[in-house]
């Protein structure tokens, strides 16, 4: 579940770097266009010029395809970024780092935002953090809502014009706890993050990565980036609603088999997310209600969008029996995948992460809409 479960902070992480000016009517064009002084082909326009934009519900939702699919969407949740994109507020000018499982860099509708100085692999020790593993494109999934390119493929980030970095296998076996300090802010190619996301959540029961005196000796306490103001770093509050680590035999409070009454796991007790500077981002689904698997807790911040389980040609039916019922109907968001058909959320089968023909690789609606399973 991780792939649509961590996806609420990115979508908080990307409206923070370009919805900083009042959102207002996503419909209303004239007042937000006049002052617009963004140049280029796609200058002053909403992601309509994707052609996967559609599906984008999180971005507009009374447009989407899923506005008329009452079972799955409310029709009017969304982020109402339209009106700040028209003033061609796009993220310009702010580094995001994506600490995460890798990012394909290489990708149609990454590449363009990319800066090679911002990336490194764990595994490898390169500047390559392209991941390997055919189901490791969490990562690729995450820098494609924050920064997806404008430029009339796939689809589009809230905030398409800013500088991408990333790093690869954050949550390898082999990666030092020293390491993953320089991740955030100590490293060469860390050092020049305005604001990192970290969609890697912790297990609570384990121990912390790191204590607090182990992290302020790290060469660049995260207080002195951006030229002093700090870094912002938002983190996962977790997909432990309904279960520990997936684990279905956990008792938690319940009225009945399909009605809990309390998150299952505080975010609270994940002492990395109590940590200086970190913002924990619950989700939200498509109807508007708190994602079936998202951890509740006082010390979450913000709570931004995500996708939960749906069937059919793209997500716009109800789940099915097949899927455990704690999980509520709604549709994943449509982000970059892996490049090609043989890696990635949307492969060729067989593909257990699929639910959908649109990640299917060779189905109808594959071929016609995502042939190359980018997306």
């Keep these: 579940m991780r792939h649509i479960a961590y996806l609420s902070l990115v979508i908080f992480t990307a409206t923070l770097i370009s919805a900083c000016s009042g959102g207002g009517d996503s419909t209303s064009t004239s007042a937000s266009t006049s002052s617009c002084t963004e140049t280029g082909p796609y200058a002053c326009q909403t992601g309509a010029s994707e052609p996967l934009y559609t599906y984008q519900w999180a971005l507009n939702a009374p447009q989407s395809f899923f506005a008329t699919y009452t079972e799955v969407s409310d029709g009017t949740t969304d982020l109402k970024v339209e009106a700040v994109h028209k003033q061609g ?57 924050i920064a997806a390119a404008q430029n009339g493929i796939g689809v589009m980030g809230i905030a398409p014009r800013v500088t991408l970095g990333a790093a690869g296998d954050m949550d390898g076996e082999g990666i030092t706890a020293l390491q993953k300090i320089l991740a955030f802010g100590g490293a060469p190619w860390s050092i020049n993050a305005h604001v990192i996301n970290y969609s890697l959540g912790n297990n609570p029961k384990e121990p912390p990565e790191y204590s607090n005196n182990s992290y302020a000796q790290g060469s660049q306490p995260q207080a002195n980036l951006r030229g002093g103001k700090g870094v912002i770093i938002v983190q996962s509050a977790g997909n432990e609603y309904v279960s520990i680590n997936g684990q279905p035999n956990r008792v938690c409070p319940k009225v009945d088999n399909r009605l809990q009454i309390v998150s299952c796991e505080n975010p609270a007790n994940d002492t990395d997310l109590l940590f200086p500077l970190r913002l924990s981002i619950a989700a939200l689904n498509p109807k508007g209600y708190r994602a079936s698997y998202s951890s509740a807790g006082s010390i979450n911040w913000v709570t931004g969008l995500s996708g939960e389980q749906a069937e059919g040609n793209y997500g716009e039916e109800g789940i099915s029996s097949s899927v455990p019922r704690a999980f509520s109907n709604g549709p994943t968001i449509f982000s970059t995948d892996i490049s090609g058909c043989e890696k990635g959320y949307a492969r060729n089968p067989p593909n257990t992460d699929a639910l959908t023909q649109f990640s299917i690789g060779g189905t109808a609606i594959n071929l016609a809409k995502n042939s190359n399973c980018n997306y």
């Design 89 to 145: 507020i796009k993220g310009q000018g702010v580094n995001v780092l994506v600490l995460d499982d890798g990012v394909d860099i290489n990708h149609e509708d990454l590449k363009a935002n990319v800066d090679p100085s911002m990336t490194w692999n764990f595994q490898t020790n390169t500047s390559d953090p392209t991941p390997t593993g055919i189901g490791d494109a969490h990562g690729t999934n995450a820098a494609g809502i």
